[in-house]
């Protein structure tokens, strides 16, 4: 029975113990060593933590990253993964809601001194000089942890501006993980290139499915995702298989016309997750790579990344969304209309999730907890939770789930219900427009275009009258050189917002 991501690494060493597992910049590591290295850092630090208590991973993204995580859960607690990178006034606030007693990094990356004057520092360095493992404390531990402890708590950005941890369990990621690996074939073959910050539920496929299946990931470096050729050339020189990275990655790629001078020789299997990909710029990808496996996965950090997938094996118009298609494995997904019943033929609906990949709700948090997390309405006989994703979608007529927009994206404009994703994906389907974002603002009601491209306002209004009915059609554009991106790698729709709604400046209005 498997109850831990431990049992996938203590399984995995018995089959590849000798195989190399992650990589990153500077390190390699097989599955054997991260075992070792992984009991190392639990037995340093058994003293300081108990089962379901709070362990931040405080570095840059590395190696010893995993081994933090998996050391973590050897001791029975859960990890958050906080980046160097990430800004100190973020930082603070979730310290706050976890009030952790013990931070794990490396001599190598600088903490802020207030957050060693609140916690108990341990340097993995020193960790990893431990001669002896506590090898009967570790087996205690084992006995008494169970699947539905924690495994790890990732922070979401909150609608006041307050971090919500989502705690998920060593259950959910299983559920997931098994999923996972079966659906897309993974095998010890399989070379993973991680894209996502840990701190991103997204890492979470990449690292356990290559715990599971034997198989090796390397770390990319950072700097590579604003250099498109090299990116590319990376991904030859390491032989890259399998890559599942945000759309603005997959993106820049395509826009850069970086796959008309070098192709990924290696790649089999390509997934997008975490926003909606432009079809447009799907489609130079599937031309260059025709014989590629795509699949469009989408789900929130609440049901443990994804709660739906698409294998892309049709054709698309480049104005045409792509589905995100049907409910992973053991999950169950309810579209819920305004009544709370399911939608019915072209009914617009809020994506509902159930079943055991639901988070077991925010750390440290029951207010936010209960306003999502909520009882099932369709199940009257006993108590079953469902997670509420604020996200609109609809059935297609081959049945398969199309993604509209967030709830507060569905705006009235000119006394018609609009979603601002349809706008979206009439504009992407233009030539000479590369990325666009569509915000509403409600003082002037008026719908605002911020896009990357060549294309100018006037022409554009003219292109998508063939495509939009006159309501939809934005009031003001905005070229910008580039789309802005937050620390996962997705359009930063949070600063357009204060930039062209909030500041109300720096505007261009096309009449």
Known sequence: MIKSVLDYLENTVELYGEKEAYIDENRTITFRELKMDAQKIATGILDDVNIGTPVVVYMDKCVECIEGFLGVSYTG?????????????????????????????????????????????????????????????????KRQRIDTDPIYAIFTSGSTGVPKGVLVSQRSVINFTEWWCETFEFT????????????????????????????????VPKKLFSLPAQLVRFLN??????????????????????????????????MFLGEVMPTKQFNIWRRALPDVKYANLYGPTEATGDC?????????????????????????????????CPVGEDEIGEICVRGCSLALGYYNNQEKTDEVFKENPLQKYYRERIYRTGDLGKYNQYGEIVFLSRKDSQVKHMGHRIELGEIETAVSSLEQVDRVCC????????????????????????????KLPRYMLPNIYNRVDDMPVNLNGKIDRAALQDKYINAKENRQDKR
């Open 188 to 219: 010890q073959e399989e070379v993973f290139a991680n894209q996502t910050p840990f701190y991103f539920d997204a890492s979470v496929k990449d690292i356990y499915a290559t715990l599971r299946c034997g198989a090796t990931m390397y770390i």
């Open 237 to 270: 020189e390491k032989k890259i298989n399998c890559i599942d990275w945000v759309p603005s990655v997959l993106c820049m790629i395509a826009n850069f016309r970086t796959l008309e001078k070098v192709k990924p020789e290696y790649l089999k299997k390509v």
């Open 308 to 340: 739906t997938y698409y294998k892309i094996e049709r054709e698309f118009a480049d104005d045409e969304p792509i589905p995100i298609g049907y409910a992973c494995e053991n999950t169950e997904v309810i579209l819920l209309n305004e009544n709370d």
């Open 77 to 141: 607690a859960f990890y958050v993964p906080i980046d160097i990178s990430m800004p100190y006034a973020r930082v603070k606030l979730i310290m706050d809601t976890l009030d952790a007693k013990i931070v794990l990094t490396r001599e190598s990356d600088e903490i802020p001194e207030e957050i060693k004057e609140l916690c108990k520092v341990y340097y993995i360095e020193k960790l990893l000089n431990i001669q002896e493992i506590n090898t009967e404390e570790l087996a205690r531990r």
């Open 439 to 466: 915000m509403f603002d409600k003082d002037s009601q008026k719908i605002i275009a911020v896009y990357t491209g060549e294309i100018d306002a006037k022409e554009m209004t003219a292109r998508l009258k063939d």
